[in-house]
């Protein structure tokens, strides 16, 4: 569809070449993208015949686009978020599926570097010039932003701890109502209050879901630590992208994955209880 090979209008890009997607934005269609790969990736191993085929065909493929997007913050989400995921998931871990993932990552990563180079590659060597060497500049303008909304907060105190309201941050301040950091916009318009609950529930979900890898079959944990390297690796990517559209589905996803995990959880008590009642 990039390619208008038939051109289905789903996978667009901006003027400067950089592919933003069906949500029309580069940053956010990144940021689904690294939550969705993991995932893919995971099903792919856990299937087997065509279905394996078929995901691990997806997985190459975003893993494609997710380099046509050029967001740097994505690049960095995935790369952190994967390495720290798999740190929690160590006991659970393969060292043979971590060789044979890192080949196929490197496969498909120089695949699309290439492809980005050939396509766009002056939006790619723009992405990765350093700006002068400014902090600035390396963060294309992003630290400009995020000392506006700092020192906005700074002129009334009281608001670092319940924030300055709902949507807020559009009216203020206005730079596109876009921080480009979803933590700090959090904080902006919630304050400490409402970004300590949503840390909560994100650190909730990371740790439910380290501590029921060991109710989860063999069979089902590739999908498992899959999920939680794609939502590790969208909380590290926050810290530079503003998410708006994509949280119905990723949430769907996070709800569907984690109903799995219950179930799983609630199957290996069960047996482990008749165990019991056997001995």
Same mark, same amino acid.
């Given at each position: 569809d990039h390619l208008n090979i038939p051109n289905l209008g789903i996978i667009l890009d901006r003027a400067d070449g950089r592919v933003t997607g069906p949500l029309k934005e580069v940053n956010q269609y990144g940021s689904i993208l690294i939550f969705m790969?993991?995932?893919?990736?995971?099903?792919?191993?856990?299937?087997?015949?065509?279905? *394996?085929?078929?995901?691990?065909l997806g997985a190459g493929l975003a893993g494609l686009?997710?380099?046509?997007?050029?967001?740097? $913050?994505?690049?960095?989400?995935?790369?952190? $978020? $994967?390495v720290v995921a798999l740190y929690l998931a160590r006991d659970h871990v393969r060292k043979e599926s971590i060789i044979k993932g890192a080949f196929i990552v490197a496969a498909v990563l120089t695949i699309s570097v290439v492809a980005l180079l050939i396509l766009n590659p002056e939006g790619f060597l723009k992405k990765f010039d350093l700006g002068g060497g400014t902090l600035d500049g390396i963060s294309s303008g992003r630290v400009d932003v995020w000392t506006r909304l700092l020192t906005m907060m700074s002129y009334r105190p009281w608001s670092f701890v319940t924030g300055y309201g709902w949507n807020s941050y559009r009216l203020l301040i206005g730079i596109y109502g876009d921080p480009h950091n979803s933590y700090l916009l959090y904080w902006f318009n919630l304050g400490l209050i409402g970004l300590g609950l949503y840390a909560f529930i994100a650190g909730w979900v990371v740790k439910f879901t380290v501590?029921?890898? *060991?109710?989860? *079959?063999?069979?089902?944990?590739?999908?498992?630590? $899959?999920?939680?390297?794609?939502?590790?690796?969208?909380h590290v990517a926050m810290f530079f992208v503003q998410i708006y559209s994509p949280w119905?589905?990723?949430?769907?996803?996070?709800?569907?994955?984690? *109903?799995?995990?219950v179930d799983e959880r609630r199957e290996a008590m069960l047996v482990a209880t008749l165990q019991e009642d056997e001995d």
């Open positions: 790969i993991p995932v893919t990736a995971g099903l792919a191993m856990a299937s087997s015949g065509v279905l *394996r085929f078929v995901f691990g686009l997710l380099v046509l997007t050029v967001s740097r $913050g994505s690049y960095v989400g995935l790369v952190v $978020g $994967g501590s029921s890898l *060991r109710y989860i *079959r063999e069979a089902t944990k590739p999908l498992v630590i $899959g999920f939680m390297i794609g939502f590790i690796a969208l119905p589905f990723i949430w769907a996803i996070t709800g569907t994955i984690l *109903r799995v995990i």
